[in-house]
């Protein structure tokens, strides 16, 4: 192997401190997307948690109003049958 292929020590050195910096900078961003992630979860959570509730109160609370929303719908065609056979 000739010269040209080697690195001398000054080079090796300046590359190792480029890699070190660089994986300081990758572990950084790596802690900054695990908190993202962690606060994700929790917010995704809550969300969960709350579509359970409101689902759960509007199956109960909504038996009702679908009902009165047939019986309207209803006496709205009786009417509406009505006044054809009226003229």
Do not use: P
Not at 13 to 23: A, P, Q, T
Not at 41 to 54: D, F, S, T, V
């Amino acid at each position: 192997m000739t010269e040209k292929e080697w690195y001398d020590n000054k080079q090796l050195y300046e590359m190792m401190v480029d890699l070190s910096k660089r994986l300081e900078c990758t572990s950084a961003e790596l802690e900054k997307t695990q908190v993202l992630i962690r606060d994700y979860n929790g917010l995704r959570q809550k969300i969960n948690e709350c579509e359970k509730a409101l689902f759960e109160n509007h199956g109960k609370e909504t038996g009702g109003k679908n009902v009165w929303g047939y019986i309207v719908g209803a006496i709205g065609i009786a009417s509406f049958v009505l006044s054809l056979v009226m003229k």
